[in-house]
């Protein structure tokens, strides 16, 4: 969610321009982007986001351009195959920004609440996007924009550092706390944790409180021999386990440095939210892109 995020705050920058707003609503073969990459662009030529691997970028900010000066939308296509060998083709979506789609959907976010993007580009008297919250009868490329994702690390020391500036890097919003006593929210179905108070007590006050949320990543870095002892204390308490529970924290990268610690652990969360089984992407048989959550309504092919 990190493009959404940059679109957002871009829009924020340039309050009361006219904005040009490109999708990437279909993809056949192979391509570097899935439907839903977006780029956000101004008159000036400014954009910020991506829908391919830059191979594509310079004419979806020429034919924006043109956009804006006509008021009109318009459908691109690009045969991939041909033109820069990646055994696809994509079509990409061009269409002045509707006023209320950003402050809604920043409102969404705002409110790590989920929401649906409709984009109507063919087969259809309105064009454009905007947000959904039921079925679309017109022919739409629908898709599901869930909350970013929220890391909560307990502890102040070296891994809480690293930790926290990679997945700000990522576009995470992350919650650094010395003790769990000083946690406030209330964690949804989005939210990461990670204690790493290097304190017994601690760590098994923290733990105390997440493990029984039924969280989909609690972590705790350290040893097997000391999350034994903490589980045993843990329960002994009579708090119930119904988190998922990583320890010790991340994948086997053979990190060492604090900030490769982190880099295993940010992994490991991405792979628990993303619903995958970390391997080398040389050995997996099936398309690299997972399919992005979205529908089709109406006639759309």
């Known amino acids: 969610m990190k493009e959404m995020r940059d679109l957002i705050l871009f829009w924020e920058n340039h309050r009361g321009e006219s904005l040009a707003l490109a999708t990437l609503v279909r993809a056949q073969g192979s391509s570097y982007r899935r439907p839903g990459a977006r780029m956000l662009i101004r008159a000036s030529g400014e954009s910020v986001g991506s829908v391919s691997a830059g191979c594509i970028e310079e004419e979806v900010v020429a034919a924006a351009q043109e956009v804006l000066r006509c008021e009109k939308a318009k459908l691109l296509s690009f045969d991939t195959r041909r033109r820069f060998g990646c055994s696809g083709s994509i079509e990409i979506f061009v269409e002045p ?51 970013g994702l929220r890391l909560v690390v307990i502890g102040d020391g070296p891994d809480a550092t690293a930790l926290r500036s990679q997945a700000m890097a990522l576009g995470w919003e992350v919650i650094v706390l010395e003790a769990v006593s000083q946690f406030l929210e209330v964690p949804d179905a989005r939210t990461a944790v990670v204690v790493a108070t ?75 939210f993303s619903g995958e089984t970390p391997a080398h992407l040389r050995d997996r048989k099936s398309p690299i892109h997972r399919p992005v959550p979205m529908a089709w309504t109406g006639s759309a092919r």
């Open 198 to 272: 290097h304190n017994f007590g601690r760590d098994c006050a923290a733990l105390r409180f997440f493990l029984p949320l039924s969280l989909r990543y609690v972590g705790l870095i350290g040893p097997r021999r000391r999350r034994d002892e903490i589980l045993i204390d843990i329960l002994d308490s009579g708090a119930e386990l119904t988190s998922q529970f990583f320890a010790p924290a991340g994948l086997n990268l053979g990190a060492d440095s604090a900030e490769e610690i982190a880099l295993s652990i940010l992994a490991e969360i991405q792979a628990v």
């Open 97 to 147: 920004v509707a006023n209320q789609l950003l402050p809604e959907l920043r409102a969404r976010f705002r409110a790590r609440q989920s929401c649906q993007i409709a984009t109507l580009f063919e087969n259809c008297a309105i064009l454009g996007s905007r947000i959904v919250d039921g079925f679309v009868e017109e022919s739409a490329f629908v898709q599901t924009i869930e909350p």
